[in-house]
């Protein structure tokens, strides 16, 4: 698995881009962008899973979703 990664759902870094809002009507003067990362919140965590207690690198979507499961 990637680092980074969550180990459950397999969830990575998405890219995309950051506009400003500070920009004017005319085509010369457009909003400037630059591109930034998305990243997912990770935790390492000993989960119980299977009968046994496994430490992963769990997103915290996740861990409420087993938590709400256990």
């Known amino acids: 698995m990637a680092s980074g990664a969550c180990d459950v759902c397999s969830k990575t870094t998405?890219?995309?881009r950051h506009i400003r809002h500070t920009?004017?009507?005319?085509w010369e003067?457009?909003?400037?962008?630059?591109?930034r990362q998305f990243?997912?919140?990770i935790n390492k965590q000993r989960v119980f899973i299977q009968g046994g207690w496994q430490r992963l690198n769990i997103c915290t979507r996740c861990?409420?979703?087993l938590s709400k499961s256990a």
Do not use: E, V
């Open 29 to 35: 003067r457009k909003a400037t962008k630059k591109s």
């Open 39 to 41: 990243r997912p919140n």
């Open 14 to 16: 998405q890219f995309g």
């Open 23 to 26: 920009h004017g009507g005319r």
């Open 63 to 65: 861990l409420r979703t």
